[in-house]
């Protein structure tokens, strides 16, 4: 079994910044690949960043493209989302979660098996 904790939400003003954790633990804790997601209310949870575990590989949704940053911290299993120039319409839940295999779907939440509980980011104009 695998545990994510999500940490590092807030309330920030358009053009602020915010850095997102997300703490992994578990035996199995093993990934190929860690994704963050969003979602804003009455919407579908969408894509934003991921990074491959063991190369560091990162690929992110052109809504983001530019202003977010994903790393991780593999000695202590840890992804972060760093956030600049952000925007209101920013603002949503967001998700870390773990995908076990490579997949060509890596964009989609069906590639990825465990999830956090998400931390509320909220950008105000």
């Known amino acids: 079994q695998v545990q994510l904790v999500e940490s590092g939400g807030g309330l920030v003003q358009a053009g602020g910044s915010l850095r997102l954790s997300c703490a992994a633990s578990?035996?199995?804790?093993?990934?190929?690949?860690m994704g963050w997601f969003r979602q804003a209310p009455g919407k579908e949870r969408e894509f934003a960043a991921g990074?491959?575990?063991?190369?560091?590989?990162?690929y992110y949704a052109d809504s983001v493209k530019g202003r977010f940053t994903i790393s991780r911290d593999n000695a202590n299993n840890t992804v972060y989302l760093q956030m600049n120039s952000l925007k209101p319409e920013d603002t949503a839940v967001y998700y870390c979660?773990?995908?076990?295999?490579?997949?060509?779907?890596?964009?989609?939440?069906?590639?990825?098996?465990?999830w956090g509980q998400g931390t509320q980011v909220t950008v105000s104009s």
């Open positions: 578990g035996r199995t804790f093993r990934p190929y690949r």
């Open positions: 990074i491959t575990w063991s190369v560091g590989i990162t």
């Open positions: 979660a773990s995908a076990p295999y490579s997949s060509s779907s890596r964009y989609s939440t069906a590639a990825y098996d465990y």
